[in-house]
C-alpha cells in the first residue's frame, strides 16, 4: 500500500439529516487532516445525497477514513478515487467593475478566450462565470485582477468517477451505467 500522500476524491452517498456533515468533518478533523474542498448536492438517484470531499493524503489513510465514515447510520456507501479515476471540474464567479468593461476593450478577448460567460452585466458591476479545472479559474482569476476585480469565488470540486460507482446496485436500483 502506498504511504505517499496524493490528492483522493471522497464521494459519499447518504440519507439527507442533519449533523450528518458535522460528523463526517470530525472524522477528518480527529485525524488532522485539511478538507481542500468540499461539495454535496442532490445525487442520480432520487432523496439521496452526495458528498465531494478532496483531501490530500495517503492510501493506508483515506482507506481508514473510508470505514469511518461506512460506520455513519446514514451513509450508505462511500468511495475514494485518485484523480485519473475521475472526471473533474469547478466553477467560479468573478465579479468585475462595469467601468472595465467598456473602457478596456481587451477584457473581452480576455473572457472569450479563456471560455468565460457572462453572467450579468450591471451600470456597476459585471459577473463572469467560468467551469474548468482549477489551473484554468485561477488564471483567469489573475488575468481579470488588475481590472478591478470586486468579488471572487470559487466551487468545490465536482466530480464522477470514470467507473460505475454501483450505487445503484447498493441499494437495489439497477440504473447505474
Known sequence: ??????TFTVSIYTENNI???NRISAIFL????????LTTSQSEIDNIF???IVVNVSEIMIKSIIKQINKQIE???S???????????????????????FDEKHIQKIIKNSQANMVTVSPNYFVIEKTGWREETEKLYKELEPYGLLQFVR???I???????????????????
Open 1 to 6: 500500500m502506498n504511504s505517499l500522500k496524493q
Open 19 to 21: 449533523g450528518l456533515l
Open 30 to 37: 480527529k485525524r488532522h487532516i485539511n478538507i481542500e474542498s
Open 50 to 52: 452526495r458528498f465531494v
Open 75 to 77: 451513509v450508505i456507501s
Open 79 to 101: 468511495f475514494y478515487h485518485t484523480d485519473k479515476e475521475t472526471i473533474f471540474l469547478e466553477t467560479a464567479l468573478y465579479k468585475v467593475k462595469s467601468k472595465s468593461l
Open 155 to 157: 466551487s468545490g470540486r
Open 159 to 177: 466530480s464522477v468517477s470514470k467507473e460505475p460507482m454501483n450505487i445503484s446496485n447498493i441499494l437495489g436500483l439497477n440504473t447505474d451505467k
